[in-house]
Structure formats: C-alpha cells, structure tokens
C-alpha cells in the first residue's frame, strides 16, 4: 500500500434527518476504499451518539467495558 497523503484534509460529511438511509454504510465502504484501495489516512468520527452503528460495525463486542 502505498500512501498518498493529500495537502490538505478532506473532510466529508454525511447527513439525514431520517434514520435507516444507510449514512453508515456509506460512511464505511468509503473510508475502506479511500485506505485500502487509495492509501489515504483518515478518520472516521461517528457522531450519532444513540446509534452508533459505525462504532458497533467495527469493535467487537465488550470493547469499552472496562476502559
């Protein structure tokens, strides 16, 4: 893997007011592209605080207990 770092961050945002349209999956799929397949460090911030799914899609279980 090589890294293409760009200049300057990039920051994306993704948004609905309804639940369920699928801005975590989408969230996801592109960060993994965008690091995996590009090269491209990043961070992903999941700021649905009574879903959070992103969170619950990559940790496994139990992860925060105990911290």
């Not at 999956?25 to 999941?46: C, H, N, Q, R, W």
């Amino acid at each position: 893997m090589t890294q293409n770092t760009p200049e300057s961050p990039i920051y994306l945002g993704f948004a609905s007011q309804k639940g369920g349209v699928g801005k975590s999956s989408l969230a996801e799929t592109l960060a993994s592209i965008l690091y995996y397949e590009k090269g491209i460090p990043l961070l992903v911030v999941d700021c649905d605080g009574t879903q959070e799914s992103f969170e619950k899609a990559i940790l496994p279980n139990g992860f925060w207990k105990g911290i």
